[in-house]
């Protein structure tokens, strides 16, 4: 078991002030796979308390400090690639392979891009008679979600470091463990006590406190819309600045003239990455009336055809979801879907054929509902499973109807037959990403939501930019 029994506060390792513990399980088995202090709100005031005395120090340190600090977190991560990999593979249910290039790479990749960034970041402008000052917007509160741990994390350290601000990172109880590694690399290159700390413990409790501390200047927070909108009611009460990653429901339109088969493995990738557990990932699949019966045959060969088990196995596509909680979530989705709709491929029932040691994981199966009305539960509401709904709609003004009718607009994908044709129905799209013809995620990209997905940016100078306050100096002229 990796027991981690101490929070990380001030630049050392403490108890919570509580004694509890929050047990973490091992996605693929359900058993214990560790145990991680459950932090109280007088924790999260030590937290934060550490985090302000940081600040002024830390907020006018050197860039090329800052820019070298950045460096050396990305190299420590890269050199606990195996570890890393492994154990987001076990909490989260990853299939190690893309835990390894996904959940570690991208981790690594941000702290890169933000450190590139910040040298050509230029942090003083003269604009007319103003001089303008971008400054770290002070201490931080950070709350992520299960998915993507450390990645999630990255998204919000990386630029906090880089703008000169203070954090106190709340992790997700269910994958807690990635950042208790970026808290031994943060003591192990020296980054001065305060800049980062790490507060496990309950979203009520200690990211409610985070949420409402008067003493946090910007709160981010990525997860469930539910939780975004309880983050901004909290944080509005002190007038602080939000920003909310939030939930998705993304369309892949198949244009009349695409290649269906190019078109239906991006699709299986889009939608099946980390078990189905992504928040970008293109759900709804949108494919012309006419082509839906050859859609739904090679559907049933490319699904059917998945291996599902034992994320640590390299033969594995689909792993289990994270939590007998998330399981749970959406097999009710599939015992729910109605009548009308005609399952393809898996469905609510239990996994088959699997090793005896994995008879307890949280699997489910790889599921494709087909005839499905985007007006149903299972069009508009995010699952976060291993389930791809079909769609079929004539003409390609009805697709970008459809693809828009969804309270969510974080991410879509469109095929057609050249990028010129696919951009200009990406263009019709309300959503912040769209994969053309394939393409992939750009980590240094502006990524986020519209509509209920989100507010803010991450990643890329924008997602930076959310990190500092902009200053204007007036300037004394001639006609003072
Ligand atoms: P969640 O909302 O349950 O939890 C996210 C984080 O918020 C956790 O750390 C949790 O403890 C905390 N939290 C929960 N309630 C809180 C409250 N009242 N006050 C303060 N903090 C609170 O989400 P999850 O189940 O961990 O993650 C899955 C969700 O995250 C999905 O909806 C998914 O779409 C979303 N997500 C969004 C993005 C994005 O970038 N847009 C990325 C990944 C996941």
């Not at 005839?371 to 003409?395: C, H, K, M, Q, W």
């Amino acid at each position: 078991m990796d027991d981690r029994h101490q929070l990380y506060i001030d630049g050392k390792w403490v108890d919570s002030s509580g004694g509890g513990t929050i047990d973490v399980m091992e996605a693929a088995t359900g058993e214990l796979l560790a145990r991680v202090p459950s932090g109280t709100e007088h924790d999260v005031d030590d937290a934060v308390a550490a985090a302000r005395a940081a600040f002024g120090g830390w907020s006018r340190s050197p860039v090329d400090e800052r820019v070298s600090v950045l460096r050396r977190i990305a190299d420590e991560l890269k050199a606990r690639e195996d570890e890393l990999a492994e154990t987001m593979a076990r909490e989260v249910g990853t299939p190690i392979a893309r835990s390894r290039s996904v959940q570690v790479g991208l981790g690594v990749t941000i702290f890169r891009s933000m450190a590139d960034i910040l040298e050509t970041t230029s942090l003083e402008e003269r604009r007319g008679t103003s001089l303008i000052l971008k400054v770290g917007i002070g201490v931080v509160g950070a709350i992520t979600p299960w998915n993507y741990p450390l990645y999630q994390l990255a998204a919000k350290v990386a630029p906090a470091i880089a703008a000169g601000c203070t954090t106190v990172v709340k992790p997700s109880s269910v994958a807690p463990l990635a950042a208790f590694v970026v808290a031994e690399i943060a003591e192990s290159i020296g980054l001065p006590a305060g800049v980062l700390n790490i507060v496990t413990g309950a979203g009520s409790r200690v990211g409610e406190r985070l949420a409402g501390h008067p003493d946090i200047d910007l709160v981010s927070l990525t997860g469930s819309t539910s939780a975004g909108a309880r983050v901004g009611q909290v944080a509005a009460a002190g007038i602080k600045k939000v920003t909310l990653e939030l939930g998705g429901k993304s369309a892949f339109v198949i244009a009349p003239d695409a290649d269906i088969d190019a078109a239906l493995a991006a699709a299986v990738r889009g939608c099946y990455v980390n078990n189905g557990q992504t928040c970008t990932a293109t759900t709804r699949l949108l494919v012309p009336s006419d082509r839906l019966g050859e859609v739904e045959g090679k559907l049933v060969e490319l699904v059917g055809s998945q291996i599902i088990g034992d994320p640590l196995d390299a033969a594995t596509d689909i792993g289990p979801m994270a939590s007998r909680e998330q399981q749970r979530s959406v097999l009710r989705y599939l015992s729910e879907v109605p009548s009308d709709a005609k399952f393809l491929v898996g469905g609510p029932g239990d996994v088959t054929g699997l090793d005896d040691r994995l008879r307890s994981g949280f699997f489910v199966r790889p599921t494709v509902v087909s005839r499905v009305d985007n007006n149903s539960a299972i069009a508009r509401e995010e699952v976060f499973g291993p389930v791809l709904t079909v769609i079929a709609y004539d003409g390609i003004d009805e697709a970008i109807a459809i693809a828009n009718d969804s309270e969510y607009g974080l991410s879509g994908a469109v095929f057609a037959a050249d990028d010129d044709k696919a951009i200009a129905i990406a263009r019709r799209l309300r959503t912040g990403q769209v994969s053309i013809n394939g393409g992939r995620f750009n980590a240094s990209a502006p990524f986020g939501g519209m509509k209920k997905s989100g507010i803010g940016r991450e990643l890329g100078p924008e997602g930076l930019d959310e990190y500092f306050e902009k200053i204007s100096l007036q300037l004394r002229t001639e006609a003072n």
